[in-house]
C-alpha cells in the first residue's frame, strides 16, 4: 500500500468517525447543513483553472470585458455552490422497509424521498456506501420511494451501513453530499443448501399429524431433478433415454407431515440452519406440511405463506440478539 | 413470497450516452458562440463545422456510424493543413482564435460522455471571450451575454435527467445568470486590476484615418467616413469650447518634395521649454477616448503641457513639436488625460536655430517653378513675412473654392492648383500655402489633424469623426514661435464654423451622405445612441485602475487600508444577517408531512397554556411531560400521542384524520 492510498484510508476513517459522531443513527432524515457536505469536485477544480485562463486572457489583453466575464464566472462558482447546497437541503430520507431475501441474493431496502424545495429537487445520487448508485429527481410535494439493493452473505440482520446522498446540480461543478447512518435493518435467511433430509422422529408424543400411508415406494410419478434428491430415486431409465434427469417420486413422501428438527441433522449450525431452510422451501414446494422443532422454539406443522415465513424467521434469527430497535423519538424532525 | 415484490421501480440509471435533448443544447450553443467569429476565420472552417455537426447528428439519428480513427485523424490532418495554409505560421491572436474553433468544432465529432460535453461547455466559455477581443461595442457585450445564458442553459441541461421545455431551460439558465450578475459587478468594481503580465500577440490593428504622409486628395476621402475617431470629454465645461479653438494636433510634415508632405524625423526630441515654468493664461483640461487606429499618434490642443495616461504602462511622450507619441502603435480603444495651455505669456519655442529655420523652409529646387516665382515677385515689391501671409490669405478668400471633389492634380502640384484648378480641398489649402511662404523664405509645416467635432448634449462630451480630418499650417513668426493659419478658414469659414456639411455645396453633401441632419429624429436617435457608446467607453470598457481608484474613493470616502476593511466588515454582517433571516425564516416553514404539521398546531396551541417543546425533545417525550403536570388532559393527550406514533413511525396513513380531528379539537 502506497503512502498516499494509506493517508486516504487514515483520513476515510476519521472522517467517517466523526460523521458518525455528528449525525447519530435514525430512521428519518432531513438534510440541511448540519449533515450536509459540499467541496468542489475535479470538474470544479478544472472550471477554476478555467477562469484563471480566462483572467489571463483579460489582463494580458487589457480587456475589460473579458475580465467581466471571469468575474462572472468567479460568480456563478459562488452562486452554485448555493443552487447545489439548495437543491438537496429540504430532502428528507426516510427508511419505509426492506424485503427478507436469503443470504447471497440482494436485499432490496425501501427508502422515502421527499423534498421542501418548491422547485423539485435533481438529479439526486444514492447508494450504500461501496455499492451502487441511483439517480433520482424530486417532484415537489410527491414522496418517492427507491428501491435500493444491498448484498447480504450471511443469515442473520443485514444492515448495509451508510448511505450516500449526493447531486451536484446544477452545474456539476461543486459536489454536495450526506452521509446517513440509516437505521435500515433487512432480515436475511439462511442460503438453502441440500443436506440429507432431517430424520423423521417419532418421539415424545409427536405423532405424524398426516394420515401416514405404507409403503415408501409406490411409485406416484416423475419430476425434474433436484439438487439433494437421493441418488436411488433418479429416473435412470428416463435419464439412459437422453430424456434428462428426473426424479421418482413416491406416496410415502406426501404421506405425512414432516418435522424440520434441529437434532436430527449434525452439521456445524450455519450448515445445519441451511439445511432446515432448504427442506423447509422444498416440504411447501410440494406442499407437505412441515413443523420447526429448534432447541428454544417448537412451530407446529402447518403450510402456506406465512409459516413459511415464519419458519424461515426462526431460522434467521436463531441464536442471534436483536439489531437496535430505533426509540421511537430519534427520528421525529420537526 | 420470494417472488421479490417491486416497489415503485421508477428510477433512472445514469446515462452514459447524451440524450437527444442535450445534445441538441450543445448544437445550439456552439452555433451561438462562434457565429460572431465566422467573419475572422478562414471560410473552410464553416465548412467542416457545418459538416462535423451534420455527421453528428446522423451518429444520433443512427443514420451513420461515428467517425472511425482513421477519419478523426485525416480530418484533424486536413484541419491542420488548413491552419498553416491560412495564417501562414503567424501566431497572432487570429491564430490563437482559429485553432480553438477548430478544436470547438473537431470536439463536436466525437462528443459522447458527459465528461466531452463539459469538455465543450469548457471551450465555449474561452470562445465566448474571443468573441470580446474582436469587438466591444455595447451591442457585442449584450450578444455576449445570450450566448453565455445559451451556454449555462447547456451547462444545466448536462446535469439535468428528466425531460424540460426548451424554454424551462432558458428560464433556469437566465435565473442562474441573475443570480451571478451582482456578484461579478462587485468584483469588476473592486478587483484591482493589473498591467498585462506578459507580451501577448498584438491584434491586427486597422490602420485608419490619415496616414504619415500628405498627398492632395488624401483627407478628401477621409470626408466621406462618418466613423467615430475619438471623443473628448472638457473637464468642468458643459457647453463646447468655440469651435475655432478645435484644432486637434496629431502629426506634423515638414518635408516637402514636390507633392507629397512627410516627416523628417521619427518623434525624437523632448519639447525645448520646461513645461513646469510655462506661465499659463488659460488652460484646458479634457480627456479622450480614442479609436483605435493603429498608429502612433495621438490628439491634442495646443500646446500640450502633460498627460496622465498609462498605456501599457509606457507613457505617453510630449515631443518638440509638441505632439503626444505612444511608444505603441494604438491597438485598443485608450484613453488619456491632456491639460493643454490655450494661451501662453511666452512662446514656447522662443528661438529656431538656423539649421532648423533652413530645414522648414526647404522646397525641392526644380518644382512648381511658377509659385516660387510668385513668392519671389512679393518679396520683390518689399513685402515683410506679415504682408506676404495676410496678401496670400487674401488670395485664397478671393479667387479659390472649397471642393470636395477638386480636379486631379499633375507633377507641378502647387502650380497646377494655384494658377489653374483653384479649387480643393482642406490639404490643397495648406500644401500650397506653406509652399508659397517658404518659397517667400518663412518656415512652415503642415499639421495634420482634426479639426471641431460635434457636441453631443446628452452626455455633454464632443465627438470627432474622421470626416472632421483636417490639415492647416504653423509659420513661424519671429518673436512669437510658432503661429497656427488656416487658410481653409480664408475660403470657406463655414468649415471651421459650422463643420463639413455646411460646407459643401448641396450636390456634394449629397455625396456624403449627409445623416446627422436629415430629419431629428433619427438625429436624436444617433445622438443618443453615440451617448450610450460614449458611456459605454467610458464606464465599462476603460474602468481601469485610476477610475477604480476614483470610484471607490467617492464611494468609500477614500481607498485607505483600514476603511476598505471596515467597509468589507460591514458587508459581511449585513451579507450574515440576510442568510441567518432566511435560515430562520426556513425552519419555520411547515413541515411537508401532514402528521408533524398537525403536530405543530397541537404545539402551538400547547405553548398557548404555557408549555414549550425543548430542542431535542420528541413529541411522545413532550406530551408525557405535559401530562405529568396536567392530569386533566391525560385521556386526549395520550390517544394523540399514540395516534401520531402510528403514523409517523408505522406508516399506518389511515389514522392520519383521527390525528388530525383530535389535535383540532384539543384541548376537548
Known amino acids: ?334 | 413470497m420470494w417472488a421479490k415484490r417491486k416497489v415503485n421501480k421508477t428510477t433512472s440509471v445514469r446515462r452514459e450516452y447524451l440524450a437527444r435533448d442535450k445534445l441538441a443544447w450543445l448544437l445550439v450553443m456552439q452555433a451561438l458562440v462562434i457565429l460572431p467569429l465566422l467573419i475572422n476565420l478562414p471560410v473552410w472552417l464553416w465548412l467542416v463545422w457545418a459538416l462535423a455537426g451534420f455527421w453528428r447528428t446522423q451518429v444520433f439519428r443512427g443514420r451513420w456510424g461515428a467517425p472511425s480513427g482513421l477519419v478523426k485523424t485525416l480530418v484533424t490532418l486536413g484541419c491542420a493543413a488548413g491552419m498553416v495554409a491560412s495564417y501562414s505560421g503567424k501566431t497572432g491572436t487570429d491564430t490563437m482564435v482559429g485553432l480553438l474553433v477548430c478544436a470547438f468544432v473537431l470536439k463536436l465529432l466525437e462528443v459522447n460522455s458527459a465528461r466531452d460535453a463539459f469538455f465543450l461547455i469548457f471551450i465555449g466559455f474561452v470562445i465566448t471571450a474571443c468573441q470580446l477581443l474582436f469587438s466591444q461595442s455595447p451591442l457585442a457585450a449584450i450578444y455576449c451575454l445570450c450566448s453565455l445564458l445559451v451556454l449555462l442553459a447547456s451547462w444545466r441541461s448536462l446535469q439535468f435527467n428528466r425531460h424540460q421545455t426548451a424554454r424551462a431551460g432558458i428560464h433556469a439558465g437566465g435565473r442562474l445568470l441573475l443570480h451571478a450578475l451582482p456578484i461579478m459587478l462587485v468584483l469588476f468594481l473592486v478587483i484591482p486590476r493589473l498591467g498585462p503580465l506578459w507580451a501577448v500577440p498584438n491584434q491586427q490593428a486597422a490602420k485608419t484615418g490619415f496616414s504619415d504622409s500628405l498627398s492632395p486628395g488624401d483627407l478628401g476621402q477621409l470626408a466621406l467616413n462618418r466613423a467615430p475617431a475619438f471623443r473628448v470629454e472638457f473637464t468642468g465645461l458643459a457647453t463646447p469650447p468655440a469651435t475655432n479653438q478645435l484644432y486637434w494636433r496629431g502629426l506634423v510634415l515638414d518635408t516637402f518634395d514636390g507633392r507629397t508632405w512627410r516627416q523628417r524625423e521619427q518623434w525624437g526630441l523632448p519639447p525645448q521649454a520646461d513645461m513646469d515654468q510655462l506661465k499659463v493664461i488659460e488652460r484646458l483640461d479634457y480627456s479622450i477616448i480614442l479609436e483605435p487606429h493603429g498608429q502612433p499618434w495621438l490628439f491634442s490642443l495646443m500646446t500640450p503641457l502633460r498627460t496622465s495616461a498609462v498605456s501599457n504602462r509606457r507613457p505617453i511622450r510630449i515631443t518638440r513639436d509638441y505632439l503626444l507619441f505612444n511608444p505603441i502603435p494604438v491597438a485598443q480603444r485608450l484613453r488619456y488625460e491632456v491639460s493643454s495651455a490655450l494661451r501662453l505669456e511666452q512662446p514656447v519655442t522662443p528661438v529656431l536655430a538656423n539649421a532648423e529655420r533652413a530645414s522648414f523652409s526647404r522646397l525641392p529646387a526644380r518644382s512648381n517653378p511658377q509659385t516660387y516665382a510668385l513668392a519671389a515677385q512679393w518679396r520683390g515689391e518689399g513685402l515683410n513675412d506679415e504682408a506676404i501671409i495676410a496678401r496670400a490669405l487674401a488670395m485664397f478668400t478671393r479667387e479659390f473654392t472649397y471642393s470636395l471633389q477638386p480636379p486631379l492634380l499633375g507633377q507641378h502640384s502647387v502650380d497646377e492648383f494655384l494658377f489653374s484648378t483653384k479649387k480643393g480641398f482642406c490639404e490643397h489649402f495648406a500644401s500650397s500655402f506653406s509652399v508659397l511662404l517658404r518659397a517667400a523664405g518663412i518656415p512652415t509645416r503642415v499639421v495634420v489633424g482634426y479639426q471641431g467635432g460635434r457636441w453631443n448634449p446628452v452626455e455633454n462630451y464632443l465627438l470627432v469623426s474622421q470626416s472632421d480630418a483636417h490639415a492647416w499650417t504653423e509659420v513661424w513668426i519671429e518673436g512669437e514661435g510658432w503661429r497656427s493659419i488656416d487658410p481653409t478658414a480664408a475660403v470657406a469659414p463655414n468649415r471651421i464654423e459650422q463643420g463639413l456639411d455646411d460646407a459643401l455645396s448641396i450636390e456634394e453633401q449629397a455625396l456624403v451622405g449627409n445623416n446627422w441632419s436629415g430629419s431629428s429624429l433619427l438625429y436624436n436617435l444617433q445622438l443618443r445612441w453615440d451617448a450610450a457608446t460614449f458611456v459605454w467607453q467610458r464606464w465599462v470598457l476603460n474602468y481601469d485602475s485610476q477610475a477604480q481608484e476614483g470610484f471607490l474613493n467617492r464611494l468609500l470616502g477614500g481607498t485607505e487600508a483600514w476603511r476598505i476593511t471596515l467597509w468589507l466588515i460591514g458587508l459581511g454582517l449585513l451579507a450574515a444577517a440576510i442568510a441567518a433571516w432566511t435560515l430562520l425564516r426556513s425552519q419555520a416553514r411547515p413541515s411537508a408531512r401532514a402528521e408533524v404539521r398537525a403536530i405543530q398546531t397541537l404545539e402551538k396551541k400547547l405553548a398557548l397554556a404555557g408549555y414549550q417543546r425543548q430542542p431535542g425533545e420528541t413529541p411522545g417525550d413532550f406530551i408525557a411531560r405535559v401530562v405529568q403536570r396536567e392530569p386533566r388532559w391525560q385521556a386526549s393527550l395520550s390517544i394523540i400521542g399514540r395516534l401520531f406514533e402510528q403514523v409517523a413511525y408505522r406508516q399506518q396513513e389511515q389514522h392520519l384524520p383521527q390525528l388530525q380531528a383530535r389535535i383540532r379539537r384539543f384541548p376537548r
Not at chain 1, 5 to 24: A, G, N, S
Not at chain 1, 47 to 57: F, P, R, T
Not at chain 1, 222 to 239: C, S
Open chain 1, 1 to 334: 500500500m502506497s503512502l498516499a492510498t494509506h493517508w486516504r484510508d487514515l483520513w476515510q476513517r476519521r472522517f467517517f468517525r466523526w460523521i458518525d459522531k455528528r449525525t447519530p443513527r435514525a430512521r428519518h432524515f432531513s438534510l440541511d447543513r448540519n449533515n450536509l457536505y459540499i467541496f468542489p469536485n475535479r470538474n470544479g477544480l478544472l472550471y477554476l483553472g478555467l477562469i484563471v485562463v480566462i483572467w489571463l486572457l483579460g489582463t494580458n489583453y487589457q480587456n475589460n470585458l473579458i475580465l467581466a466575464l471571469a468575474y462572472l464566472m468567479i460568480s456563478l462558482f459562488v452562486v452554485s455552490i448555493h443552487h447545489t447546497f439548495g437543491n438537496l437541503s429540504g430532502v428528507t430520507v426516510r427508511f419505509i422497509n426492506a424485503q427478507p431475501t436469503f443470504a447471497g441474493e440482494a436485499a432490496v431496502f425501501v427508502l422515502e424521498l421527499e423534498t421542501a424545495h418548491k422547485r423539485g429537487s435533481e438529479t439526486i445520487e444514492l447508494g450504500w456506501q461501496g455499492g451502487e448508485r441511483q439517480t433520482i429527481s424530486l417532484n415537489p410535494r410527491e414522496p418517492f420511494r427507491v428501491s435500493l439493493p444491498a448484498p447480504s452473505h450471511r443469515r442473520g440482520y443485514l444492515q448495509p451501513g451508510r448511505l450516500l446522498v449526493q447531486s451536484s446540480f446544477p452545474l456539476g461543478i461543486i459536489r454536495c453530499w450526506s452521509w446517513l447512518n440509516l437505521e435500515a435493518v433487512a432480515l436475511v435467511y439462511p442460503q438453502p443448501i441440500a443436506v440429507e433430509e432431517p430424520h423423521h422422529q417419532n418421539s415424545s408424543g409427536r405423532e405424524d399429524g398426516g394420515t401416514s400411508r405404507r409403503g415408501g415406494d409406490d411409485f406416484s410419478g416423475l419430476r425434474d431433478y433436484q439438487a439433494g434428491d437421493p441418488i436411488k430415486h433418479i429416473a435412470w431409465k428416463q435419464f439412459a433415454q437422453n430424456k434428462g434427469l428426473f426424479t421418482k417420486e413416491y406416496e410415502a413422501y406426501f404421506s405425512a407431515d414432516k418435522w424440520l428438527d434441529w437434532y436430527s441433522l449434525n452439521q456445524l449450525q450455519e450448515l445445519r440452519l441451511s439445511g432446515l431452510c432448504y427442506w423447509a422451501l422444498h416440504y411447501e414446494r410440494q406442499q407437505v406440511p412441515y413443523g420447526l422443532a429448534l432447541p428454544e422454539l417448537i412451530l407446529e406443522p402447518a403450510l402456506g405463506e406465512a409459516h413459511l415465513q415464519a419458519v424461515l424467521t426462526a431460522l434467521a434469527q436463531f441464536n442471534l440478539a436483536p439489531p437496535s430497535i430505533p426509540t421511537a423519538g430519534k427520528d421525529y424532525v420537526g
